[in-house]
């Protein structure tokens, strides 16, 4: 099974970082998890990705490898303003490890300002996040639970659990067309 061709890959997939944190490979597990709960958002943990994808045949070993964990993908509601939060939480007093990857939003935030007041700008689905309104997330169930240090997950609503992480990314992998050509999209913009 481990051998198994999922897709073809037209370039290197990595986990190299863009300046403001983003990331091809972040960017791709994080659409993969939004569209296997056909939620509004998705969010990961950065250090959820263990490895990455080489350009050429991808096998299911491969997907397996960039998250090794078996960890259950879910859905929850979150209001506009705990999505705020929990972008704001990346830059928190207990510092996290990891900064969130993101799917079905953009963000600006400014570095210069301080902690809980960096995040200037979001947009989800291109539209500006309404605080009062309600948005499906989906994310792992180790976010979900606050790891990370992302505490404000363990306050989202109607929980829904779904498939295993891999399996998200392996749907998501072959539903996208061959060859599979993934780039940072400039989801998260930091202010020069």
Do not use: C
Not at 34 to 52: E, K, Q, V, W
């Amino acid at each position: 099974m481990t051998d198994r061709v999922v897709t073809i890959a037209s370039a290197n997939i990595t986990r190299q970082q863009t300046g403001a944190g983003e990331s091809a490979l972040g960017d791709l597990v994080a659409d993969g998890q939004r569209a296997s709960m056909n939620a509004d958002i998705a969010f990961i943990t950065t250090g959820s990705l263990r490895a990455d994808i080489a350009e050429g045949n991808v096998t299911w070993g491969d997907l397996y490898a960039v998250q090794p964990f078996s960890a259950t993908v879910l859905s929850m509601t979150l209001t506009g303003d705990q999505v705020r939060v929990a972008l704001e939480q990346q830059w928190g007093t207990l510092l996290p490890p990891h900064n969130l990857g993101v799917s079905g939003l953009s963000y600006t935030f400014d570095d210069r300002k301080p902690a809980g007041g960096k995040v200037t700008e979001i947009r989800v689905g291109g539209v500006p996040l309404d605080p009062n309104a309600e948005y499906t997330a989906a994310m792992v169930d180790f976010l979900a639970t606050g790891g990370d240090g992302y505490t404000v997950f363990t306050k989202g609503t109607n929980v829904v659990n779904g498939p295993f992480d891999v399996d998200a990314l392996v749907a998501y992998m072959k539903s996208l067309p061959e060859p599979v050509d993934v780039k940072p999209e400039g989801r998260n913009t930091m202010v020069a």
